[in-house]
């Protein structure tokens, strides 16, 4: 399917956080594909094309069944190629960490957290325990920032890169990992592997979800959960039921991002307060448990109520 396929039926910009926040047509998938259509060039679609989240929220809405998110992430790659945004490709370029040689990792086990869990220790030594049940879990030296950051905004990743950041992971068995663009990539760079997304794989663990209530407002991390929404959503619903908590859950089934993303963070596009009130929006809650370490840092900034990771629910 591509953007040919579009025929302008509007479902797509029910739960866009781009037309929530712009109220333009312009700024959604249909304003994309419609200009598209009409053979607009990139540059006049670039600010449309560098706001979206890549939330993938769209994706699950639309009835023609055009993965929405991957056609923005090439046009993001061809934008780039005809030499639009190129500040932002070239500051994207110099953080792409320099290739170093990695040694194989013995672990079965390895945990990719991302840099906003890094800067939360304790947790993660929590995490830690709680993935370690079967086989020790090890957290990995490098787990890929910048090539999650490169694969959101559709640069080029060296292949020197991509090698160093693979081979420390070759040797494992299973991954969990923080970060959904890593998550999808790793799936056709290591279709051996066993890969879980690191904020599901905990929502799962009873020891942390039966410790949930009605005061609660649970916040699933929406990304991943767009990709996988099918299997993912009874799983969210059986939460939400058994615990009584709310979720970020939108009346179309679809979690509502925070603007938390890198891309978003490194150049914001979309204000990050107003998805946190959206998010808050007609809902009273006492407590926010997050699956994702950048979406609580994101949340902190609009609540007053207690904001934390899941992992932190063990002991509590
Ligand atoms: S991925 Fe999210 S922000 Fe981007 S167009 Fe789709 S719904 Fe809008
Ligand atoms: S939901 Fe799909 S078909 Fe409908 S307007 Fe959006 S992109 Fe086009």
């Not at 053979?39 to 449309?48: L, R």
Request: glycine content about 6%; hydrophobic content about 40%.
């Amino acid at each position: 399917m591509s953007h040919s396929n579009c025929h302008g039926c509007s479902l797509c910009l029910l739960s866009c956080p781009m037309w929530q926040q712009r109220r333009d047509v312009q700024y959604s998938p249909q304003g994309i594909f419609k200009a598209l259509q009409h053979n607009a060039t990139h540059d006049e679609i670039a600010p449309a094309l560098f706001s979206c989240l890549l939330c993938g929220a769209c994706d699950v809405l639309c009835p023609e069944q055009i993965d929405i998110t991957d056609m923005i992430k090439t046009l993001r790659q061809e934008a780039f190629v005809k030499g639009i945004e190129i500040e932002l490709q070239k500051n994207i370029e110099s953080l792409l960490a320099q290739p170093v040689a990695e040694t194989r990792l013995e672990e079965n086990t390895i945990i990719l957290p991302g840099k906003a869990l890094r800067s939360m220790p304790d947790t993660l030594t929590k995490i830690q325990r709680l993935l370690s049940n079967e086989t020790h879990a090890v957290i990995a030296t490098d787990d890929g920032d910048d090539i999650a950051l490169a694969l959101e905004a559709g640069i080029h990743i060296s292949e020197q890169r991509r090698h160093s950041f693979l081979e420390p992971l070759q040797g494992a068995k299973r991954l969990y990992i923080s970060n959904a663009h890593l998550l999808r990539a790793l799936h056709r760079w290591l279709p051996a592997t066993e890969l879980c997304a690191l904020g599901y794989s905990l929502s799962q663990l009873n020891e942390l979800t039966s410790k949930l209530n009605k005061g609660d407002l649970y916040l699933i991390e929406a990304q991943s959960f767009h990709f996988d929404h099918k299997q993912k959503i009874t799983h969210y619903d059986q939460l939400r039921y058994q615990q009584g908590c709310q979720t970020n859950m939108d009346l179309q089934r679809n979690a509502i991002p925070t603007a938390a993303g890198a891309l978003n963070t490194l150049r914001p596009a979309l204000d990050s307060t107003e998805q946190g009130n959206w998010i808050l929006s007609g809902r009273n809650v006492q407590r926010i448990v997050v699956e994702c370490a950048e979406d609580g840092l994101a949340m902190s900034q609009v609540t007053h109520h207690p904001v934390l990771h899941i992992a932190d629910l063990m002991g509590a």
